[in-house]
């Protein structure tokens, strides 16, 4: 009663028959209807003639992670414009500002209990930083350093409180981690779908 399912019919199969009622071999796929759903685990079973099938999906949040790495995606690419342009306090904060919506994808994806839809950036920054604390993987101790670096710059590069303390090697190297980490991400994602 809680979700509806489309059940997709190969081709071919004559739905036209007084009383049709499908075996599992008449049956393409099976897709959950109600967008409202996409963010919830779910599990579909449905009664064919000779068995019943069993769908389930335990991935909480993809339609709200999806929508966090399409937004990314447009200050990424404005970092990107920003780095080669040489305007390094414009990709700082653009930088920034798309590695924060990754990173709150990925807290939202892994179901992390301290991340909402409405979340502020030092819930953000510290449910980040709490989650790769005591990785043993260089690649997540390093995304971590690159984070806080960026976090820690923004308002320099944005408000010039401050000299900006990143060279433009390191602006490089953190683009490519986070294009690293928003591909990784959105191939997971997709995995699921």
Known sequence: DEVSAKVKIKEGVDKSVKDFFPNSEDVESIDINEEEYLDC?????IRFTDCYQLKFDFVYNKKSCK?????SIQFLKTADYALNNDFYNAYIDNAFSAFELMVKANLLFEANKNIGAKS??????????LRYKNSSHEDELELRRVFNKLSNERRNARYLDNEVN???DELICSLERI???YLNL???INKFE
């Open 41 to 45: 685990g779910h599990i579909i079973i």
């Open 67 to 71: 929508k966090l790495l399409d937004n």
């Open 120 to 129: 502020n950036h030092k819930a953000i920054n510290q449910s980040f930083n």
């Open 166 to 168: 990143l060279n433009r």
């Open 179 to 181: 294009n690293n980490f």
């Open 186 to 188: 959105i191939n997971r």
